[in-house]
C-alpha cells in the first residue's frame, strides 16, 4: 500500500479557533485552560481530517499555539537570558526539569513547565520588561516564524514533556503517528546572534544531543517516524555549515531506539547534495516535486535500498487543483521502481494553504472547482495513492476502479474547464502585455528635475509631515463594512457612511497640521482584496484565511485570470477626499508586486507575465488618479523584497522583473505628479540598487525600531531621491515624545540631506486607537516644526 502524509496541516482551525481562543486569552477573557481545550480541539480535528482522508501516518509536533519555531526553541531550552526565566540563570547548571543534560556538558536553563503560558508568550509578544523574539518570514512564505536567539550563554537541553504529550494524545485516539519537528540544520541556520565574535555552530553538537535523546524518548512511545523539515537545504550553504550538518546527522547514526528519520526539503531543489544525503543515516527523504521536479533525476539511479522516497507532488504552497492524471504519470515509474517504499505528499507543509473549500459557497462558481485547500489536497493524495495500488492488484473490486476512473475524470474535467475558460486568457489584457516599450517604463526627467516641478506644484514646507494611508480602523467603520457585506446596509448608505469617514479623517489632520494628507483607507479591509473585488481575473473566498504568524491570518484572494481593470477603482474616494480640503491629499495604491505576492496566483502563465498585467492595471489607476486632479499618489509595496528567489544566484533577475512592473505603473505621469512608494521591513542593503533603481520620487520606510541606522545604507549608496524613515513604531500604542522623535530626525538629518527627508510614522495606522495616534501624531508635526525652525 502507498502510504500518504502531510508534511504539516494548517493550525489556527477551520473557523479559525485557535485565532479566536488565543486573542480571547490576551485579552484576559478566558482562563488557560479555555485556551488549552481549544487548542486540543484544533489538534483532534486536523488529526481526524488526516485520518478520515486515508493518511497512513498522522502528524504530531506542526501544531503550535503561536509558532512552531518558537516551540522548537522551547524544546530545546533556547530561552534568552534577557527574559530572565533562568531565575537564577547564572547558577542554573542543575538541569532542573530538563529531560537531559547532554553530554557534553550543556546545561538546563529553564524548564518548559515553569516558563509557563505567561513565558511562552512573552517570548512572542514580549512583555513590559522586554522585546519579542525577533520575527522574520520563513523562508519565501508569508509565515512569520520566532527567529532563535542564541549567544555564549545558551545551554541547550531538551525539554519534551509538551511534544511526548502530543504524541499521547494523538496515539488515545488511536491513530498512528509521525512526529514532525524543524530539523537541527535549519533550526541553527535560522537561529540569530547578537553577540560579536559568537558562531552558533559552536552548539551544533548539544543540538545533536538533544536530538538523539529526543528520537529516543519517541522511540519509547513507539513513535515510528520522525520528520524532520530541513527546508534550509534548498538555500545557499556553504563548506562550513555543511560540514556542521555532517557532523549533527552522523550523531544520529547511533540514536538508540530512535525511529526512522524523514528527511523533509521543501520550497526547492536539493539535488546537489544528493551524494551528501545519501551518507546520511536517514530512512527516508521527501523532495519537492512542484518545485522542483527535475532533482529527481539526480536521486533516482541510485535510490538507497530501504530508504523511503516521499514525493511531493500535490502543490503545498498554491490552491489549484492537482492534475491527477499528470501526477500519476510522473508516480507510476517510482512506484514500479520502488514499492511501498514511495510515499505520497503535499510539496510542503500544507501551513501555507486555507483549510478547507467546504463552506465557499460565495466563491465564483466558475473557478471554485478548480481549487484545492489542505483538505481537499489531503484527498487527492489519497486518490493518487489508491490508483497506483489498484494497478498492482488484479482482483480489486471493480467499484474501486470505478470510483478512480471518476475521480479521474472529475480532474480532468476541472483541468480541462481551467484551460477553456474564456476568464482565464483574455486578448486585450494579452495584446497590451506584449506592446509594452522600454519608454512606458521612463518618466520624462530625472528625479532631481522632477523634484523641482513638484515643489513648485506643491508648494510643500521643508521635512513634509504625512502618514502612510490608514487611519484607525473604528469599531464603527467595522461594523459598517460587514453590515454593508451582509446586505442589511445598502449601497448608498454604505458609501455615505464611508465618506463621513473620510471627511472626520481628513478633518482631523488638518487640525494636526499634517502637510500631506490621505483619505484613511476605512473601505479597505486589506490592501490586496481591496483591489481584488474590483479587478476582473481575481476571486476572494470567504473563509480561506492562512496564518501569517501567531494569532494573525491573511486572506489571499485568488488571482485566476488575465488581470484587468474595469474601471476606476479609487478615483471617487481620491476626488472625495480631495475636495475637501487644500492640502494635498495622496491617492492610495497597492504595487504591483504586493498584489502578485500576497495572492494566490495563477500557475498556468509566468508569473512575471501575471506581474505586468497588474502593472497594466495599476498604471490605468495612477493615470486615472492624475487625470481627477490628485497630485500625490502612493503605491505601496510592503512585500516588494517577499518574492526574493531563495539562492542568491537567482535574485537579480527577480528584482529587474519586480523594478520593471513597479516602474511601468507609475512612470505614466507628467513631471509635476508626485509618485510615492511605501515599504514596511528594515532589510534594505542587499536590495538598494534595486530601490533606487524603482524610481519613486517618495519613499517612506520602516525605520524608527533601528534607530534610523538603516539610513546609514541609502547615504553610503547615495541614494539619490527623497527618503521619510519612519519616526515612530506604529506597532506599539506608545506616544513617542516630540523629543524623541527629533533626535530620531537629527540623527536621519546627519546622514541625508534635509531637503529630501519627509517627516511620518513607520506604517499605516489601522490597528491603533484615535487617540494614541492623534497624540503621537502631534507630537511627530512638533517634532518636524521644531527641526525645520533650527535650520
Ligand atoms: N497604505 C497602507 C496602510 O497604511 C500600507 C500598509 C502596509 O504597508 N502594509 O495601511
Ligand atoms: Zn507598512
Known amino acids: 500500500m502507498t502510504l500518504v502524509h502531510t508534511l504539516g496541516f494548517p493550525r489556527i482551525g477551520e473557523r479559525r479557533e485557535l485565532k479566536f481562543a488565543l486573542e480571547s486569552f490576551w485579552r484576559g477573557d478566558s482562563s488557560a485552560a479555555q485556551l488549552e481545550e481549544a487548542a486540543r480541539f484544533v489538534r483532534a480535528r486536523r488529526w481526524q481530517t488526516q485520518a478520515r482522508a486515508g493518511l497512513g501516518l498522522v502528524t504530531v509536533g506542526d501544531f503550535a499555539l503561536y509558532d512552531h519555531v518558537l516551540d522548537a526553541s522551547l524544546l530545546l531550552g533556547a530561552v534568552p537570558a534577557r527574559f530572565g526565566f533562568g531565575g537564577d540563570a547564572g547558577t542554573a547548571g542543575h538541569g532542573a526539569g530538563a529531560d537531559n543534560a547532554p553530554a557534553t556538558g550543556a546545561q538546563a536553563v529553564v524548564d518548559r513547565a515553569p516558563l509557563g503560558l505567561a513565558g511562552h508568550f512573552a517570548l512572542a509578544r514580549g512583555n513590559a520588561a522586554q522585546p519579542a523574539l525577533e520575527m522574520t518570514k520563513w523562508f519565501d512564505t508569508n509565515y512569520h516564524y520566532l527567529v532563535p536567539e542564541l549567544d555564549s550563554r545558551t545551554r541547550l537541553s531538551l525539554h519534551a514533556a509538551a511534544l511526548l504529550d502530543e504524541v499521547r494524545e494523538a496515539q488515545a485516539f488511536g491513530h498512528r503517528v509521525k512526529v514532525a519537528l524543524v530539523g537541527p540544520l535549519t533550526w541553527l541556520r535560522l537561529a540569530k546572534s547578537h553577540e560579536a565574535g559568537f558562531d552558533r555552530r559552536a552548539l551544533a553538537a548539544d543540538l545533536a544531543e538533544c536530538y538523539a535523546t529526543l528520537f529516543g524518548r519517541l522511540g519509547g512511545l513507539g513513535v515510528e517516524w520522525v520528520q524532520l523539515d530541513e527546508t534550509a537545504l534548498v538555500t545557499d550553504l556553504d563548506d562550513d555549515w555543511l560540514h556542521a550538518a555532517d557532523l549533527i546527522y552522523a550523531r544520529f547514526n547511533r540514536a538508540e531506539g530512535r525511529p526512522r528519520l524523514l528527511l523533509a526539503t521543501a520550497f526547492g531543489d536539493v539535488s546537489r547534495h544528493a551524494d551528501r544525503l545519501a551518507g546520511w543515516p536517514i530512512d527516508g527523504l521527501h523532495l519537492d516535486l512542484v518545485r522542483a521536479p527535475d532533482q529527481l533525476a539526480a536521486f533516482l539511479p541510485d535510490w538507497p535500498e530501504g530508504r523511503v522516497l516521499s514525493a511531493g507532488v500535490v502543490d503545498g504552497r498554491n490552491i489549484w487543483r492537482n492534475d491527477l492524471r499528470l501526477s500519476l504519470a510522473t508516480l507510476a515509474p517510482l512506484h514500479a521502481a520502488l514499492g511501498d517504499r514511495l510515499w505520497l505528499a503535499p510539496s510542503c507543509s500544507l501551513l501555507h494553504v486555507p483549510v478547507t473549500l467546504d463552506g465557499e459557497d460565495k466563491l465564483d462558481a466558475e473557478v471554485k472547482p478548480w481549487l484545492a485547500f489542505a483538505t481537499e489536497k489531503l484527498g487527492e493524495l489519497a486518490l493518487l495513492a489508491r490508483a497506483l495500488d489498484a494497478g498492482d492488484n488484479a482482483d480489486a473490486p471493480a ?60 508648494g510643500l514646507p521643508p521635512l513634509p509631515t504625512t502618514t502612510i494611508g490608514s487611519f484607525p480602523q473604528t469599531p464603527a467603520i467595522r461594523a459598517a463594512r460587514a453590515a454593508h457585506k451582509r446586505g442589511e446596509l445598502g449601497a448608498l448608505d454604505y458609501l455615505n457612511a464611508m465618506r463621513a469617514e473620510v471627511a472626520e479623517v481628513i478633518r482631523r489632520q488638518e487640525a494636526l497640521g499634517l502637510d500631506v494628507l490621505v483619505h484613511g483607507e476605512p473601505e479597505r479591509t486589506d490592501m490586496v482584496e481591496y483591489f481584488a473585488e474590483k479587478l476582473w481575473g481575481y476571486a476572494v473566498t470567504a473563509n480561506g484565511w492562512v496564518q501569517s504568524y501567531g494569532s494573525r491570518c491573511v486572506k489571499p484572494p485568488i488571482l485566476f485570470g488575465d488581470v484587468l481593470r474595469p474601471e476606476a477603482m479609487t478615483v471617487d474616494t481620491a476626488v472625495h477626499a480631495q475636495s475637501l480640503t487644500g492640502k494635498p491629499v495622496k491617492g492610495m495604491l497597492t504595487g504591483p508586486v504586493t498584489m502578485l505576492q500576497w495572492s494566490f496566483v495563477r500557475d498556468d502563465l509566468p508569473r512575471e507575465q501575471v506581474q505586468l498585467q497588474l502593472a497594466l492595471a495599476l498604471r490605468d489607476e495612477v493615470q486615472a488618479l492624475e487625470a481627477a486632479g490628485i497630485r500625490i499618489i502612493q503605491i505601496d509595496e510592503p512585500a516588494f523584497r517577499e518574492g526574493l528567489p531563495l539562492r542568491a544566484a537567482d535574485q537579480g533577475a527577480w528584482l529587474d522583473a519586480a523594478v520593471r512592473a513597479f516602474r511601468l505603473s507609475a512612470a505614466g505621469v507628467a513631471d509635476t505628479t508626485q509618485i510615492h512608494t511605501h515599504m514596511c521591513y528594515s532589510e534594505f542593503n542587499d536590495v538598494l540598487p534595486w530601490i533606487a533603481a524603482m524610481d519613486a520620487d517618495v519613499i517612506t520606510i520602516e525605520t524608527s525600531r533601528s534607530a534610523m541606522e538603516l539610513l546609514d545604507g541609502f547615504a553610503a549608496f547615495d541614494y539619490p531621491n527623497q527618503i521619510g524613515p519612519g519616526v515612530y513604531d506604529i506597532h506599539s500604542p506608545r506616544v513617542p515624545s516630540v523629543e524623541a522623535m527629533l533626535a530620531l530626525l537629527e540623527r536621519a538629518c546627519s546622514v541625508i540631506p534635509r531637503e529630501r527627508l519627509w517627516v511620518n510614522p513607520d506604517c499605516g495606522l489601522k490597528t491603533r486607537g484615535w487617540a494614541e495616534t492623534e497624540a503621537a501624531l502631534a507630537n511627530m508635526v512638533a517634532a518636524a516644526r521644531r527641526l525645520r525652525a533650527s535650520a
Open 399 to 458: 467499484h474501486e476502479a470505478t470510483a478512480i476512473a471518476r475521480a479521474l475524470a472529475a480532474s480532468d474535467a476541472a483541468r480541462g474547464a481551467r484551460l477553456a475558460s474564456r476568464r482565464t486568457r483574455h486578448r486585450t489584457v494579452r495584446a497590451r502585455v506584449e506592446a509594452i516599450t522600454p519608454d512606458m517604463a521612463e518618466r520624462f526627467s530625472p528625479h532631481a528635475g522632477r523634484a523641482v516641478a513638484q515643489q513648485a506644484a506643491l
